[in-house]
């Protein structure tokens, strides 16, 4: 099958330490810190106090509305308080629950059944109830995905991992294939699509080879994808895989297609299977910051020092990103829990995040040529500069997926992301014309 | 345990601004060896004194005026520098050559705001203050002297340029004058300004731009295949009354200005289809100021045209933003 190679992107040096490392279990801590907001769309509405003892995976708070999901609670035992704290991801402060962990597991699951037997409309039902959101680290409310506004035909499942560093999504392919074609099945039956794929990036070889055994009794075809970043952008993974544009503003379904992250489709499977909700994911703890990289499962509230102090970090100063380099956040406390949308921690030092300071354009290119969304990222940043936000959308600011190529290939070392995010936040609140 | 933050994205690519303008030294690099061995060491002299001189301009500029008081030389005024010496005759006197810079540096580029907001390209700007001011200087070329290290440039029996003959005494005369022209401007063995005339090296130097990935081909393709296909028209028409289209792609400092003065990134627009409109308008200025105008070569002119247009170009020149269609206009 032809693969559409989009215009534009990076190579920057793709360092997955992790990718032999077997996926380990975390141990449980005694304290878990729950953000209540970790899906995109609207929080969830608390519907437990201090003091409430909570079980393994009781619902502590309730979708509010249609983009929204119920949180679970990730361990048994007794919320011990709730306060707010500055959500790292948003920057804002945000409701935090924390659960002291009392005694052994004792859960509440959904009830489940063969993945098969369910109809479109249980397969929703259950997603939301399990809380489900996309796990690639948008954390959009994966049971809106699934239902569609528009005729769906196609599923492609989302192993791109492009980012560097991270591998949890090459292991879970390599360890998990059956599970994650098996949730890929079910999202299809439930936007009612004929046809499923699978992208998976050129250099996960293994993962390419266990998941095409064990895709090809299911129907579904796995799509060698070219290694190049931002290849598992949405808009780009549609592009390579059916040469569709998603339009400017719209979503997967304006062209037929429905994306799912290959671990979201594991934990879809996991839910309809054993009756799972999600509180715990899979993710990479990596960089050249820490001296062992591994691959583990993790309770969602899990504190980020706890999986750093499993992992050896060097005794330096150290950037601890959530997700992967190019678009991960770094953090200013790791007192602080790993959420729905951690994919991965990325630990730094100095001598890799190392930059020089800002300095003049030279118009110089790069960033236009690295642009996959064809943007001219040195314009709009000239733009910033003078505070022109309306020119700025009218130059397409609204299209730019934040991915980060345009700075990493700056040599006036000019952070293009950071304006733009600050100028999509302006334009939006302005919502001017 | 010190926490470090700051903004995605958290790698970058190892490249500088300094970084690229030491790559375009390295690249104008045998060039200007080449002069050195042409016309002996004044030329290595005027050389590396430009470009001293030019990054001692900006740094004065930039400390003095500016108030900067963190700016570090990126190397960029040196570029300027060693530009204008490859574009003005071999064995220009220290002092016109002095004028030149700062004419190049801080009218061309420091007035506008320094690196990255010139308009125009300094060198050429310098340049073209230098062709206006001191015209005699600016049209004796020294014949040349290989490996005569004894005596100055200045001193060497001045000539005309190819270009210069062809406009005075006809095409005939000047190939009788200039045997082999063709091989020998390939090669730079002819008289002509200190870095322009061996399209062998300069061409060298730009593959290593290339393979540098710090300078795209359209420019130069578009330049140089224009100046190719509109010479052969005039040529065709009339054999005796020009060069031929070969000859008249190696000389007139045509390679030095498609390679290096056009391809600047600050003066030259951004888009792929911007620099084919570019390079094609650079190629059809020169030909018309060389063949029907009134001076003999035209590529000073025809880029500093050109770099007025860009801004222009740039805006008629943009891509398809993915995921949008198209507007008309």
């Known amino acids: 099958m032809t693969v559409w190679r989009f215009k534009g992107g990076v190579h920057p040096p793709t360092k997955k330490f992790a990718r032999d490392a077997k996926i380990e279990k975390a141990s449980l801590p005694t304290r878990f810190y729950v953000f209540v907001a970790q899906n995109s769309g609207n929080p969830p509405k608390l519907i437990v106090n201090v003091n409430t003892e909570v079980k393994t995976g009781q619902k502590i708070a309730e979708a509010d509305g249609f983009v929204s999901v119920p949180l679970h609670s990730p361990v048994t035992g007794k919320i011990i308080e709730i306060k707010k704290e500055k959500n790292p991801v948003t920057g804002r402060p945000a409701d935090l629950v924390i659960i002291e962990r009392t005694k052994e597991d004792e859960w509440v699951k959904l009830d489940a059944g063969s993945y098969e037997t369910f109809t479109p409309e249980e397969i ?157 994911r899979g993710l990479t703890i990596t960089g050249e910051g820490i001296k062992s990289s591994k691959n583990i499962i993790a309770r969602i509230g899990t504190p980020i020092s706890d999986l750093l102090s499993i992992s050896s970090p060097l005794d330096e100063p150290l950037r601890v990103i959530l997700g992967g380099p190019m678009t991960g956040v770094a953090v200013e406390t790791i007192d602080i829990g790993i959420s729905k949308g951690t994919s991965g921690i990325t ?20 960033c236009v040529e690295a642009c996959p969304t064809q943007l001219e990222p040195y314009l709009l940043y000239k733009l910033f500069k003078k505070k022109m936000f309306n020119e700025m959308k009218d130059n397409n600011l609204m299209d730019c997926i934040e991915c980060g190529s345009c700075a990493y290939v700056c040599p006036a070392n000019i952070d293009h992301v950071k304006a733009f995010k600050t100028a999509k936040v302006v334009v939006r609140t302005l919502g001017r014309r | 345990m010190k926490l470090l933050t700051g903004p995605a994205p958290h790698i970058h690519d190892n490249i500088s601004t300094r970084r690229i303008m030491l790559d375009v030294l390295i690249a104008l690099t045998p060039a200007a060896i080449l002069a050195v061995l042409m016309w002996g060491w004044y030329m290595l002299l005027l050389e590396v004194g430009s470009m ?12 003095v005026f500016r108030k900067k008081k963190d700016f570090v030389p990126d190397l960029s005024a040196a570029v300027t520098g060693l530009l204008l010496v490859f574009n003005v005759p071999a064995g ?29 390209n300094p060198a050429l700007v310098g340049r073209l203050f230098m062709y206006i001011s001191f015209p005699i200087a600016m049209i004796s070329w020294p014949v040349v002297d290989w490996l005569n290290f004894g005596h100055a440039a200045y001193d060497l029996q001045t000539t005309a340029t190819p270009l210069g003959n062809a406009k005075l005494h006809g095409i005939v005369a000047t190939n009788q004058l200039f045997h082999g022209l063709g091989l020998n401007s390939f090669l730079g063995i002819i008289p002509g300004s200190a870095g322009e005339t061996s399209a062998l090296l300069l061409i060298a130097g730009f593959l290593y731009l290339w393979w540098r990935r710090i300078v795209s081909y359209e420019i130069p393709v578009a330049y140089i295949g224009t100046t190719f296909v509109l010479s052969a028209i005039f040529w065709l028409a009339d054999p005796n009354a020009y060069f031929n289209p070969l000859t008249a792609i190696m000389v007139g400092g045509l390679m030095l200005g498609a390679l290096f003065m056009a391809t600047d990134p600050v003066t030259s627009p951004v888009t792929p289809l911007g620099k084919w409109a570019f390079g094609i308008g650079c190629g059809v200025i020169t030909v018309l100021i060389r063949y029907i105008g009134a001076y003999p070569e035209g590529v000073n002119f025809a880029i500093l045209l050109m770099n007025a247009l860009v801004p222009f170009i740039n805006h008629f020149t943009k891509r398809r933003v993915f995921g949008t269609v198209k507007v008309n206009g």
């Open chain 1, 124 to 280: 929703k039902k259950r997603v939301l109830e399990a809380g489900i959101v996309g796990l690639g680290g948008a954390t959009f409310p994966t049971h809106v995905k699934l239902s569609p506004s528009k005729k769906v035909d196609t599923v492609i499942l989302n192993g791109a991992e492009c980012e560097p560093y991270l591998t949890i999504d090459d292991r879970m392919m390599v360890e998990h294939a059956d599970e994650i074609c098996k949730g890929g099945i079910a999202i299809a039956k439930a936007v009612g699509a004929q046809k499923i794929f699978v992208g998976i990036e050129e250099n996960k070889q293994e993962a390419i080879e266990i998941m095409e055994k064990t895709a090809s009794t299911m129907g579904i075809e796995i799509i060698k994808l070219p290694t190049k970043y931002p290849q598992g952008s949405e808009k780009h993974l549609i592009y390579a895989v059916t040469k569709k544009h998603v339009p400017s503003g719209g979503l997967p379904m304006d062209v037929g297609v429905v994306v799912d992250n290959v671990s979201t489709a594991r934990t879809i499977y996991r839910a309809l299977e054993y009756g799972e909700p999600l509180i715990e």
């Open chain 1, 347 to 366: 630990v730094l030092p100095e001598a890799i995040i190392e930059k020089g300071p800002e300095t003049n354009c030279i118009r110089c290119n790069r």
């Open chain 2, 52 to 63: 001293a001189f030019a990054e001692f301009l900006e740094f004065f500029v930039m400390r």
């Open chain 2, 92 to 120: 220009i006197s220290w002092w016109t050559m002095a004028v030149g810079l700062v004419v190049a540096v801080i009218i061309g580029k420091e007035i506008f705001g320094g690196i990255g907001n010139n308009p125009f």
